[in-house]
């Protein structure tokens, strides 16, 4: 009989989202096309006068929250993790940010169900893929944007993880298409997307994609021993100018969609 899918909290799972994510070179390349795409909406050299107010759904450790809220911006961070949340707290303190960022221990549909927002700016990064109804979902937290408010959309690339399968010569899971983890265990999405359906849904809730970037292009192609002497600082630049061409950007791990709310 197979298994309904369910949705993925992190409980138990933060240190290793800490070391195998955010302290790892995975972490800096993600957090910095996330940033660069980012920063013509919420710098303070383009921003006006008045600070957004942005909800950061599902934000795991807030490592965008404290970025945002550094920039002058009244922040919510959301996470049905309370693991996750305690981690952030403590980060959160340590940056001076607890008048800026305040938090909450709530799914994306309880969010919606309180009638959260409306918001400016909601950043749903990695998330969608730990869903069991991620179209449903993602639906769902719009209630809680402005009209003509911003998401950010970070999701986990469905062609990303069939590519590397066939790299590694895993052709049988290709063949079957058992592509999707079923979520017991580890950190592999049990709903990757594809950036083609993804893009129908946007056009569907009346979203407009005004950037369009892949994250981590080539670097998570690149042999391990071969990466683990690669330089970062050699490495995010060509990631940087490979993240929005094609091909590159449909095979990257990530792909992150900016979009305005028509």
Known sequence: MQ?????????????????????????????????????????PAVTSARPLQILDAGGGLGQMSIWMAQQGHQVVLAEPSAEMLQRAEADIERAGLEDSIHLVQASVQELAGRGCGPF???????????????????????????????????????????????????????????????GRRGLAPISPLKPEDVLVWLQELDLQVETWSGIRCFYDYMRQEIRKQADLDEVLPLERRFSRQEPWRSLARYQHMLCVKV
Request: net charge negative.
């Open 3 to 43: 298994l309904v899918k369910q949705d993925r909290v992190f409980d138990g799972l933060a240190q290793c989202f800490q070391s195998k994510i955010y302290d790892d070179p995975r972490g800096a390349i993600r957090l910095a096309i996330l940033q660069d795409d980012l920063a013509g909406l919420i710098t």
């Open 120 to 182: 400016d700016l909601i950043t749903f990064h990695a998330v969608l893929e730990w869903l069991a109804n991620p179209r449903e979902v993602l639906e769902q937290l719009l209630c809680c944007l402005r009209p003509g408010g911003w998401l950010s959309l970070m999701f986990f690339n469905y062609h990303s993880t069939v590519m590397r399968r066939l790299i590694a010569g895993d052709l049988e899971t290709v063949r079957q298409g058992n592509i999707a983890s079923n």
